[in-house]
């Protein structure tokens, strides 16, 4: 889950590509990682409140969740 909408998912797709291109036939595989990409475009709280409304509503079991913001957007957050 991302902050931003068109940008970082682009840059998530990127990496995406990049990990298939890497793995797909040069090793064997028992299960190609599955990426989820979601571009919210809100703020940082919400963003959680999403994330945790996906995860929960899934039937998937997730190794990594990671959520993508900009930290310079948000002075106080830690």
């Not at 940008?7 to 797909?24: D, H």
């Not at 036939?25 to 959680?48: Q, R």
């Not at 409140?49 to 930290?71: G, L």
């Amino acid at each position: 889950m991302t902050e931003g909408e068109r940008t970082e998912p682009l840059y998530f797709r990127g990496m995406q590509k990049l990990i298939i291109s890497k793995i797909g036939g040069a090793v064997d595989v028992v299960e190609i990682p599955v990426i989820d990409i979601h571009g919210e475009g809100c703020s940082t709280n919400k963003l959680i409140e999403k994330t945790d409304k996906i995860v929960s509503k899934s039937n998937t079991i997730y190794q990594n969740i990671w959520v993508v913001f900009d930290k310079d957007d948000f002075e106080d957050f830690d």
